[in-house]
């Protein structure tokens, strides 16, 4: 007997369904088995602070963290502001021009102007609060 396609549709329709389901329940499955290991991990100190569990979810207090990184071959002779701008699109220039501004963003772990122009291998470090 031939299939026809709507029945052959109609079955694999059904499969993936089926398939899809116990896909769910496996992932389900898996995390739940996973729990302990988060309670298992509170508690410990590491180089961010203490962690703490609220409600089974592992929280880390508020810490600093600085980001470096060397001047790339294409941004040697640009202004540091647009550099920034450009490439580190996370947060508008305004907000990179307060950094600099502030000291937060440096150049070689030296305050610099908003005008300073990068040159080859300059070290750029930039602290944020996490």
């Known amino acids: 007997m031939v299939a ?8 694999l329709y059904k499969f993936g369904i089926y398939m899809a ?3 769910i329940q496996s992932c389900k499955e898996y995390a739940r088995g996973r729990r302990d290991v ?3 991990c509170c508690g ?13 979810l592992r929280k880390v207090y508020p810490y600093y963290f600085t980001f470096t990184t060397f001047t ?3 941004w040697v002779g640009e ?16 907000e990179y021009e307060r950094c600099i501004r502030a000291g937060t963003l440096t150049v070689n772990y030296q305050k610099v102007d908003v005008d300073y ?3 080859h291998n ?5 602290v944020v609060h996490r």
């Open 38 to 40: 988060i309670y298992r």
């Open 79 to 94: 202004k540091i502001l647009e550099v920034f701008a450009r490439e580190f699109r996370a947060h508008p220039a305004e």
């Open 21 to 23: 389901r116990s896909l």
């Open 122 to 126: 300059d070290l750029l470090a930039n």
């Open 44 to 56: 410990k100190v590491n180089d961010r602070g203490k962690e703490v569990c609220r409600n089974g």
């Open 117 to 119: 122009r990068l040159r």
């Open 4 to 11: 026809r396609w709507d029945e052959v549709g109609l079955f």
């Open 72 to 74: 790339k071959g294409r």
